[in-house]
């Protein structure tokens, strides 16, 4: 058998080092979900302990994979409506082993029929009422179940795998869940796993095809050109000859600058001009055969190409001690290049062509785009079938390591505030700033990251689009993004707006304020979404009292309720409802300002709001916050105010003017 998928479902990628002894390597489940349904995440509860038994032994998959889980929500009503799918593109014309790991890990499911749930492969019921707790006699003990898919017709074809809850045993719980994947390909008859060869586009000479092939002509129009093409090739080949003898005696005596074309890694589709988005198929579209890269070979104006020889000398090979973590896309590395300047590198999975258009997007994004707030792309590498992107490298990670289940220590109020301004100048030149309208699509704390001096830069855009037309209000298309952070109206309608951004932002707000996960099953229902939970609690106005608690006591009561409605108002159910990034941008801007005349004001003593009486409490320590200096060297006023910044920022409901701390609005373009 061979190894087509290791899945650790729910759950960050295993490196071989923690594998049960085996040394195998679990990827992340997510970039093999279908659409948007994600489900939801969860890790097992401190009271259950993973017991493996003599029919699973230890070796069959490592601690790590049962002791995380994806199930599909806690809404019946939603559950009963969808199947939680996978799709893992497979060879055609092979059998093949699947082994779906199990454990129920959180508390209450503990007895039969509680959780039921049916299995379909290829859209085939491969289970009907799976019952995890039946399976494994108990809460906290592994079972896995292997089934064989057939699978026909020719080429790469996809395997589902999908799950969906069993209302004929009518369980407790409309849900399903699953732990971990395992695929394997099975040898046919003839004792073969080789799959069919890939398919890339022919190798042709670009003057060439520019000038025997052109669309749209028949056969007959073809020939007399193919004719005249002929002769004029033997004239040339002639002149040729005539001139060898001087060209050899010039070559002696000219010294050449620099490579010849062709000797260098990356072949001749380094030096020709093909565009990204390019749709001519000349051999610098075509898969090099000194590179053996997956993707079209990208234009030199697209950032530092760098060697797959260069990316391992600066990883270490690839040092698992390196390694900062593992996205959808692969793992990333911290790197030295050069005269020892720091870098992050993100590998992709060699072994798949996923990523291929998100590695492409990103590149063609961040090449086009310079500001202090959105993170700078250095370079790529496309050598080897390899898809690797380098990055500035950020020194404090993302914003959700400082925010929960971290050993980090918590970020005090104004530097969490400074962060979501950074933030938000990001997102607000994105859609402004340049030539045209881009929708980051995956905005969320995980794609925040902060630099040496917690300066934050918007990160990962291989989700990102274009916005739309002038003449049009959206794009069509196809829903991707991360639940909790998904802008409901675009799932319902797949119509995206820059508003789908707004409120993506709008749920990191509030993950900022509470300082919890933007899902957790594990609260009650109306808790379990912070968007839906954290709108309710500040219409209520009971929105203190979800706070997190380390900042109870440092937030300004009018910084508070102006941060309060900006978020609420960024997490509208509607679009036209929210204001545009430049408005949120404004709104925390002079959040800021109030929040540093209280502290001015009152002496480094803030009055407390949570208890409902006024308690002077002393400010939280302002260790890495940026100061005023940095925070004005961020941008630089070279054009003015547009129109609609000018409505926005002309006069503050409260009656005050912005001030110079609204730069961005000044310089929409920023750097």
């Known amino acids: 058998m061979q190894t ?139 079972v896995y179940e292997d089934y064989v898919v057939v699978t026909s017709g020719s080429g790469i074809v996809d395997l589902w795998l999908a799950l969906h809850p069993d209302p004929k045993t009518k369980p407790q719980y409309y849900d399903s869940i699953l732990n971990g994947i395992e695929v394997y390909k099975m040898q046919d008859p003839e004792n073969n796993l080789a799959g069919p060869n890939p398919d890339f586009p022919p190798q042709q000479d670009v003057e060439l095809d520019r000038i025997l092939v052109k669309s749209g002509e028949s056969k007959s129009s073809k020939a007399p050109v193919i004719v005249g093409g002929v002769f004029g090739a033997v004239a040339l080949v002639v002149i040729g000859c005539l001139g060898f003898a001087f060209s050899r005696r010039r070559r002696r005596t000219k010294m050449m600058k620099g490579k010849e074309v062709g000797t260098s890694g990356g072949g001749l589709s380094a030096w020709l001009p093909v565009s990204l988005y390019g749709n001519s198929h000349s051999s610098g579209s075509a898969k090099s055969n000194t590179t053996g890269s997956f993707v079209p070979s990208l234009a030199s104006n697209l950032g530092r190409h760098f060697s797959f020889a260069e990316i391992k000398a600066a990883t270490n090979e690839f040092d698992e001690t390196l390694l900062l973590g593992v996205g959808g896309f692969g793992k990333v590395y911290k790197g030295e290049i050069d005269d020892g300047t720091n870098v992050a590198i993100k590998r992709g999975n060699p072994m798949s062509g996923q990523g291929i258009h998100e590695f492409q997007t990103e590149i063609e994004m961040l090449s086009k785009l310079r500001h202090r707030h959105l993170v700078s ?85 291989g989700l990102s689009k274009t916005g739309p037309d002038l003449n049009k209000t959206h794009v069509s298309t196809v829903v991707k993004g991360s639940f909790g952070y998904l802008d409901p109206e675009y799932f319902r309608r797949q119509q995206l707006t820059d508003k789908s951004d707004v409120y993506s932002f709008g749920v990191v707000l509030f993950e900022v304020l509470c300082a919890r996960p933007v899902l957790n099953p594990n609260l009650a229902k109306e808790e379990v979404s912070l968007a839906e939970w954290a709108r309710h609690c500040q219409r209520k106005g009971i929105l203190d009292q979800i706070v997190d608690p380390y900042l109870k006591g440092t937030i300004a009561p009018e910084c508070f309720k102006k941060f309060a409605e900006t978020a609420e108002k960024c997490v509208s159910d509607n679009g036209v409802d929210r204001p545009p990034m430049g408005d949120v941008l404004w709104n925390l801007e002079f959040a800021l300002q109030l929040q540093e005349s209280a502290e001015e004001s009152n002496g480094g003593l803030l ?38 910044s000018m409505s926005v920022g002309s006069q503050d409901s409260d009656g005050l003017t912005p001030s110079v701390v609204f730069s961005q609005i000044m310089n929409p373009k920023g750097r």
């Not at 002077?616 to 060297?633: C, H, Q, R, T």
Request: aromatic content about 12%; proline content about 5%.
């Open 377 to 461: 792309l250095i370079g790529y590498c496309e050598e080897n079938n390899e898809m690797i992107l380098v990055y500035d490298y950020m020194a404090h990670g993302t914003l959700r390591e400082h925010l929960y289940k971290t050993n980090n220590p918590p970020l005090p109020w104004r530097q969490r505030l400074e962060i979501c301004i950074g933030a938000a100048r990001g997102l607000h030149y994105l859609h402004t700033g340049a030539k045209y309208t881009i929708i980051h699509r995956d905005v969320k704390t995980t794609n925040i990251l902060l630099d040496e001096k917690w300066v934050a830069k918007v990160s990962d855009f």
């Open 4 to 142: 087509m998928y290791r899945l650790n479902v729910g759950g960050q990628a295993i490196s071989p080092s923690t594998d049960s002894g085996l040394f195998r390597s679990w990827a992340d489940d997510s970039p093999y979900i279908y659409g948007a349904a994600f489900g939801v995440t969860y890790s097992a509860d401190p009271n259950v302990t993973i017991q493996y038994s003599a029919g699973v032994p230890e070796y069959i998959a490592p601690m790590n994979v049962y002791s995380t889980a994806r199930s599909m929500g806690p809404d019946p009503r939603v559950n009963i409506n969808y199947n939680l799918t996978w799709i893992l593109p497979v060879d055609a014309g092979f059998y093949y082993l699947a082994r779906l790991h199990f454990c129920e890990i959180q508390y209450p499911i503990t007895k039969v029929n509680q959780r039921v749930f049916d299995i379909y492969l290829n859209n085939q019921t491969a289970q009907a009422g799976a019952d995890v707790i039946a399976w494994s006699n108990g809460i906290g003990n592994p």
């Open 607 to 644: 009055m407390g709001f949570s208890d409902g009486e006024a308690t002077p409490l002393m400010l939280a320590g302002k260790k890495g916050v940026m100061d005023e200096s940095e925070m004005e060297s961020s941008s630089v006023t070279t054009t003015t105010m547009t129109t609609s």
